[in-house]
């Protein structure tokens, strides 16, 4: 994890209130570069998946309570073994929010 940046490109809320669900993206690591999140820090969980996974039907309601539909095309793109660059996400996400997403280096 040391030199990564995580993107966090979609947080937001289903039916329980205060119960966040997330969705960041980390381009570093190639294998699994979504990281899908839920809860807060000391009840949550969360772990890195495959672009495959993470647009598999068993992931749909984390996807639409976290706000984070918009990114399936990217996600299927990927899941098809297509090259989608870090600068596209992260267009995308420009697109859908008007601005950049939140990001952290990790030292």
């Not at 890195?48 to 996974?53: D, H, K, L, R, S």
Request: with cysteine; proline share 7%.
């Amino acid at each position: 994890m040391k030199g990564w940046t995580v993107y966090k490109l979609a947080e937001g809320y289903g039916a329980i209130p205060r119960w966040p669900y997330g969705v960041d993206y980390v381009p570093q690591n190639t294998a699994a570069p979504v990281l899908l999140w839920e809860g807060n820090a000391k009840v949550g969980s969360g772990g890195f998946v495959t672009a495959a996974q993470a647009a598999g039907p068993e992931w749909h309601e984390h996807l639409t309570h976290a706000g984070a539909l918009w990114l399936l095309p990217l996600l299927e793109r990927m899941a098809a073994g297509e090259s989608v660059a870090e600068h596209e996400v992260l267009d995308a996400y420009r697109a859908a929010h008007g601005s950049a997403p939140q990001c952290a280096a990790m030292p």
